[in-house]
């Protein structure tokens, strides 16, 4: 009998650390499928925010998909903090990444090089922001 009750407890305690696991990578996949859902429209209109000048309407396509992804991403909810973090930290990016669109339009119909020299580094910059993101969630999210 004593056996049973110690068995008991040892199952309770592996289902609970399966469902906080399983809560966890749960979470994981829902952030990181929405982020990619968004990933290459995202790409696409950065990649052509460079020919603004010739088509200022790309400026708005791109806050158009930037805000599709913002709406998206900020309707999730996480448990998890650190995952809740991260989504934070990508609204973030969003948010910059808006304002980078607007720095690109503004630039264009301006016609300063320098100006439009100053939008592009800040694309750079939020590139390489948006990689630390995503590595430090496959990092957690890869973590046991």
Known sequence: MQTKSL???CAVAMFLSVTACDTKVSQCNRLVDAVNKHTQAL???LEK???VQENPQVADDFAKVVKTANDEISALE???EKIAGFAKEYLNLLGEADKFGKSMAEAAKTSNADTLTKATEEGDK???LEDTIVNNVNG???GS
């Open 7 to 9: 068995l008991i407890p």
């Open 43 to 45: 790409t696409t209109s």
């Open 49 to 51: 925010l460079g020919d």
């Open 78 to 80: 996480f448990k998890d």
């Open 126 to 128: 939020l590139m390489k």
């Open 140 to 142: 957690y999210c890869q």
